[in-house]
């Protein structure tokens, strides 16, 4: 019998200026600069605008299997910012969803820490990061799980706070740009301008605050193992690596010859 291959779905390569371009600025351009009504229109410029995060984000869940709660969350949150711009519902409405996502997110990694598969396990520290099995060996060999466990709880404690930020800026954002009617031309430019203010306000300082979280638990990692990084790298990620330094180091002799 012929093994079936293990995956036949493609490896999902990071392409933050794809993602940058297509789900903040494409989408903040049409609904600033395009909604009047010798444009797009107001209604018009919200479904295109809005089709492109939405567009995008369901293409990277079929052709990549990024099944999660989250990328579905960020869905359902593009879909009802189109509900609320096209119901012509009251835009305090675009404040609280824009605080509820956010919300729900951190809830539910403050309540995974009371179950046997806490979210930043999956987020922060998993196979496809890091070779989890060698060092979750190793912590059992120094007796020292239990001590990383209380760390890696205490990491969930503060990756849950920033969402908790996101929340709370993402409400105080959106009341203090989006104050015009939902529906009209000037709904859609504020909408646009919230989308691209968000960006460096919220987005930027939670990125900065996960990769701290990150730090910290590496850091507690480094203590309890003394593996260095490159020790603890997941497999694929260090065979890439050499793959990428092999290439260098023939396209140096390449240039030479």
Do not use: C
């Not at 291959?5 to 490896?11: I, N, R």
């Not at 009371?114 to 196979?127: A, E, F, G």
């Not at 709880?153 to 409400?171: D, H, P, R, V």
């Not at 180091?249 to 240039?255: A, C, H, N, V």
């Amino acid at each position: 019998m012929t093994p079936e291959p293990s995956s036949s779905v493609p490896d999902h390569k990071p392409r933050p200026w794809v993602d940058l371009l297509v789900s903040i600025v494409i989408p903040s351009v049409i609904l600033m600069k395009l909604s009047g009504d010798d444009y797009l229109g107001s209604v018009n410029a919200l479904i295109i605008g809005l089709a492109f995060p939405l567009g995008w984000g369901l293409f990277e869940l079929v052709r990549y299997h990024k099944k999660n709660f989250i990328a579905l969350l960020g869905l359902i949150s593009v879909g009802l910012t189109g509900g609320i711009g096209l119901l012509e519902l009251n835009a305090q409405w675009l404040a609280v969803k824009e605080a509820a996502v956010p919300a729900i997110i951190g809830l539910a990694v403050l309540l995974s820490t009371r179950t046997k598969y806490p979210l930043v396990r999956s987020l922060l520290y998993n196979p496809s990061v890091l070779d989890v099995d060698k060092i979750q060996h190793t912590l059992r060999e120094r007796g020292s799980e239990d001590e990383f466990e209380a760390r890696l709880l205490k990491a969930s404690y503060m990756f849950s706070g920033t969402f908790l930020f996101s929340s709370i800026m993402n409400y105080v954002l959106a009341r203090w740009i989006v104050t015009s009617p939902s529906g009209t031309q000037a709904f859609n430019e504020e909408l646009g301008r919230m989308t691209l203010v968000s960006y460096p306000m919220i987005a930027i300082p939670s990125m900065i605050m996960m990769m701290l979280i990150f730090y910290y638990l590496w850091r507690t990692i480094r203590r309890l193992t003394d593996y260095t990084l490159e020790e603890v790298m997941a497999p694929h990620l260090i065979e890439k690596e050499r793959e990428k330094e092999a290439a260098k180091q023939r396209k140096q002799e390449s240039d030479r010859s």
